[in-house]
């Protein structure tokens, strides 16, 4: 039992730093190449 | 403070300048993006032969989202066979005393500890660990931890000398790299040096022997040669004895004593210069090298000094502390008398200012400002030198932040070797600085008010105070070394170390990582009559700064409260 506990500590933390991986990548904001592709689709969406 | 100790500081200067510029070179092949490396044909055929059998492909590049999911799911899994492995030694060979299953909190610290790089350990490694747990688990994880540190600073430095790039590397590359071509060939040399001083490298069990004085005494035997050697390569730090490298069979003579204090800086010192040679500009390097160097021979020469001149408290009661021809002088309780006071300083400020955490001496029994130089050299992030990788990525972070506040200054966009740092960075820059602070005075501060967290403590007071800071610092800061007053084999301590252990590992490296993925973006501008060199000794002087100031605004009241109030307490 006291195994386990331990194991999901272990998982919960980096089930976390996903999460932290998540919110720092929103912090730098998309690659220049997605952004590229953003914008192409908006303006092939105007067009 | 005696002259032998002097000259052994010097030596070990001398060698350091000698040995780094050339293993920084070799790094700096092994990291870079040219695809040769010196000893290709030796190595080249044993990569291809890793890559095969794990499917990797090294010619495919990551994203830094990618290598950090990389790196934690290397890391959850090398969790994963080290806990699993300790429980289940009573089981498996090479158990020649027949050790039990390590307790399950025991084992979980050990587990998190050795894959975080910090080698704390609340155990008693010969009564604890089978062979098999401490060569196919500890030292394993010795290489492989040391090795994904060096994989984060490699993806940091492709990242600023990069220009409108979206990878970093690929971090299985990176960690197969540095573990074969780096720590294993200077393990291996490390080792030999060591068992030619009387290191044991064996698979003996306990051997009872018969001591002069006619009692009996046992003995333990192990592999400790390729353990101790990678833990000080490594910065790991971790012992095969509960001694650590104060037991003499695992660290013999002065002259090992020395080899193994060389191993603790010579990869992170040698590092600044790979970052030279990476960047493209050896001056950077150099720069880098000389910040590390002048924090580090200060701490060294604090720590020696303190410990040579002895206690207050003996002063008070007239006892003669001098060096002399009948003593080494100075305070020797808890160090070594063949190593002396200077010897188990020097070691000190070397094992906290990288994330080693290895003793030759117990810090607990420091005077109180000798140990507070050891405590405060670990509040300072870990960059003089620093952990394996990791103190690069903190020096060059903590460099991005001084650039900030000198553009904030004098009112210009601050760059870094010329890519501008923006809002994004400096987020980023803050969540890592904040990181080890939150860890260590959140859990010092509860580990204060809740009993189970006193009830642990050797002394009460302002020295008890001190070994609850010294264990979460050394903890989140993945150093390891202790204090030693303090019983963190309980669950409270158990838990909370570990935690801050894992904190102190990825809520560091991901801040960084992400960093290198925003720099790697921008396209760098060439320099103007705006631009603050960085290269110069007064750029390396507000670095320094920066590392005092916010250490000092971070921790000076607690340090006041700990080490400092038991100093004036014995004047």
Same mark, same amino acid.
């Given at each position: 039992?006291?195994?386990?506990?331990?194991?999901?500590?272990?998982?919960?933390?980096?089930?976390?730093?996903?999460?932290?991986?998540?919110?720092?990548?929103?912090?730098?904001?998309?690659?220049?190449?997605?952004?590229?592709?953003?914008?192409?689709?908006?303006?092939?969406?105007?067009? | 403070?005696?002259?032998?100790?002097?000259?052994?500081?010097?030596?070990?200067?001398?060698?350091?300048?000698? @040995?780094?510029?050339?293993?920084?070179?070799?790094?700096?092949?092994?990291?870079?993006?040219?695809?040769?490396?010196?000893?290709?044909?030796?190595?080249?055929?044993?990569?291809?032969?890793?890559?095969?059998?794990?499917?990797?492909?090294?010619?495919?590049?990551?994203?830094? @989202?990618?290598?950090?999911?990389?790196?934690?799911?290397?890391?959850? +899994?090398?969790?994963?066979?080290?806990?699993?492995?300790?429980?289940?030694?009573?089981?498996?060979? /090479?158990?020649?005393?027949?050790?039990?299953? %390590?307790?399950?909190?025991?084992?979980?610290? #050990?587990?998190? !500890?050795?894959?975080?790089?910090?080698?704390?350990?609340?155990?008693?490694?010969?009564?604890?660990?089978?062979?098999?747990?401490?060569?196919?688990?500890?030292?394993?994880?010795?290489?492989? !931890?040391?090795?994904?540190?060096?994989?984060?600073?490699?993806?940091?430095?492709?990242?600023? #000398?990069?220009?409108?790039?979206?990878?970093?590397?690929?971090?299985?590359?990176?960690?197969?790299?540095?573990?074969?071509?780096?720590?294993?060939?200077?393990?291996?040399?490390?080792?030999?040096?060591?068992?030619?001083?009387?290191?044991?490298?064996?698979?003996?069990?306990?051997?009872?022997?018969?001591?002069?004085?006619?009692?009996?005494?046992?003995?333990?035997?192990?592999? #400790?040669?390729?353990? %101790?050697?990678?833990?000080?390569?490594?910065?790991?730090?971790?012992?095969?004895?509960?001694?650590?490298?104060?037991?003499?069979?695992?660290?013999? @003579?002065?002259?090992?004593?020395?080899?193994?204090?060389?191993?603790?800086?010579? &990869?992170?010192?040698?590092?600044?210069?790979?970052?030279?040679?990476? %960047?493209?500009?050896?001056?950077?390097?150099?720069?880098?090298?000389?910040?590390?160097?002048?924090?580090?021979?200060?701490?060294?020469?604090?720590?020696?000094?303190?410990?040579?001149?002895?206690?207050?408290?003996?002063?008070?009661?007239?006892?003669?502390?001098?060096?002399?021809?009948?003593?080494?002088?100075?305070?020797?309780?808890?160090?070594?008398?063949?190593?002396?006071?200077?010897?188990?300083? /020097?070691?000190?400020? !070397?094992?906290?200012?990288?994330?080693?955490?290895?003793?030759? !001496?117990?810090?607990?029994?420091?005077?109180a400002l000798?140990g507070g130089?050891?405590l405060t050299?670990?509040?300072?992030?870990?960059?003089?030198?620093?952990?394996?990788?990791?103190? /690069?990525?903190?020096?060059?972070?903590?460099?991005?932040?001084?650039?900030?506040?000198?553009?904030?200054?004098?009112?210009?966009?601050?760059?870094?070797?010329?890519?501008?740092?923006?809002?994004?960075?400096?987020?980023?820059?803050?969540?890592?600085?904040?990181?080890?602070?939150?860890?260590?005075?959140?859990?010092?501060?509860?580990?204060?008010?809740?009993?189970?967290?006193?009830?642990?403590?050797?002394?009460?007071?302002p020295h008890?105070?001190s070994?609850?800071?010294?264990?979460?610092?050394?903890?989140?800061?993945?150093?390891?070394?202790?204090?030693?007053?303090?019983?963190?084999?309980?669950?409270?301590?158990?838990?909370? &170390?570990? &935690?801050?252990?894992?904190?102190?590992?990825?809520?560091?490296?991901?801040?960084?990582?992400?960093?290198?993925?925003?720099?790697?973006?921008?396209?760098?501008?060439?320099?103007?009559?705006?631009?603050?060199?960085?290269?110069?000794?007064?750029?390396?002087?507000?670095? +320094?700064?920066?590392?005092?100031?916010?250490?000092?605004?971070?921790?000076?009241?607690?340090l006041?409260?700990g080490p400092i109030v038991e100093h004036?307490?014995?004047?």
């Amino acid at each position: 039992m006291v195994d386990i506990v331990f194991l999901l500590i272990t998982i919960v933390f980096f089930g976390l730093c996903v999460a932290y991986v998540k919110a720092c990548d929103r912090i730098i904001g998309p690659d220049e190449q997605k952004r590229d592709a953003v914008r192409d689709t908006t303006r092939a969406t105007r067009s | 403070m005696s002259a032998a100790g002097w000259l052994q500081f010097g030596v070990l200067i001398g060698v350091l300048l000698v @040995t780094a510029p050339p293993l920084g070179w070799y790094m700096a092949k092994v990291y870079g993006e040219e695809g040769n490396a010196p000893g290709d044909w030796v190595f080249g055929p044993v990569e291809r032969l890793i890559y095969r059998i794990c499917r990797v492909n090294p010619e495919r590049e990551q994203r830094w @989202t990618v290598y950090a999911f990389s790196l934690f799911a290397f890391s959850l +899994v090398s969790f994963l066979l080290l806990y699993g492995l300790q429980r289940l030694q009573g089981q498996l060979p /090479l158990n020649p005393v027949d050790l039990p299953a %390590v307790m399950p909190n025991v084992a979980f610290n #050990a587990a998190v !500890s050795f894959m975080t790089n910090t080698n704390w350990q609340n155990y008693a490694g010969e009564a604890t660990m089978s062979h098999l747990s401490q060569m196919a688990g500890l030292t394993v994880q010795n290489f492989v !931890s040391a090795a994904a540190g060096m994989a984060v600073m490699a993806a940091l430095i492709r990242g600023l #000398a990069r220009r409108r790039a979206s990878t970093l590397g690929n971090f299985w590359v990176d960690l197969t790299r540095g573990t074969i071509r780096i720590l294993l060939p200077l393990s291996f040399l490390v080792a030999l040096l060591l068992v030619s001083q009387g290191v044991i490298q064996n698979f003996a069990g306990h051997t009872k022997v018969s001591a002069v004085e006619g009692t009996s005494q046992v003995v333990p035997g192990g592999p #400790a040669a390729s353990q %101790v050697a990678i833990k000080q390569l490594g910065t790991n730090g971790g012992g095969f004895f509960d001694m650590n490298s104060a037991h003499p069979l695992e660290n013999a @003579t002065v002259f090992s004593n020395f080899v193994q204090n060389w191993a603790i800086l010579i &990869i992170p010192f040698a590092l600044a210069i790979t970052f030279g040679h990476l %960047v493209r500009d050896r001056r950077q390097g150099r720069a880098v090298f000389g910040i590390m160097f002048v924090i580090w021979a200060a701490m060294s020469v604090a720590a020696m000094a303190l410990e040579s001149a002895g206690s207050p408290t003996l002063d008070a009661f007239g006892v003669d502390q001098a060096a002399s021809a009948e003593q080494s002088g100075g305070y020797l309780e808890g160090k070594e008398v063949r190593f002396g006071p200077m010897a188990s300083g /020097l070691w000190a400020a !070397s094992t906290t200012g990288t994330s080693n955490g290895s003793v030759n !001496s117990m810090h607990d029994s420091y005077t109180a400002l000798g140990g507070g130089v050891a405590l405060t050299h670990m509040m300072f992030g870990e960059v003089s030198p620093g952990g394996v990788g990791v103190g /690069l990525n903190g020096l060059l972070i903590i460099a991005i932040l001084s650039v900030f506040i000198a553009g904030l200054m004098v009112g210009r966009t601050p760059e870094y070797l010329g890519k501008k740092i923006q809002a994004p960075e400096m987020k980023l820059v803050i969540l890592y600085i904040l990181a080890m602070p939150v860890t260590t005075l959140g859990f010092a501060a509860a580990s204060v008010l809740l009993g189970s967290g006193l009830d642990s403590l050797n002394n009460p007071g302002p020295h008890g105070l001190s070994e609850i800071l010294y264990a979460f610092a050394s903890g989140s800061n993945n150093n390891g070394s202790a204090f030693a007053g303090l019983n963190a084999s309980t669950t409270w301590y158990s838990v909370t &170390i570990s &935690i801050a252990m894992l904190v102190g590992r990825f809520f560091l490296i991901i801040p960084v990582l992400a960093i290198a993925a925003s720099m790697a973006r921008k396209q760098p501008s060439p320099p103007s009559s705006g631009t603050f060199p960085t290269h110069t000794p007064l750029f390396g002087g507000l670095v +320094v700064g920066v590392v005092l100031i916010v250490a000092g605004l971070t921790f000076f009241p607690a340090l006041a409260l700990g080490p400092i109030v038991e100093h004036l307490s014995l004047l």
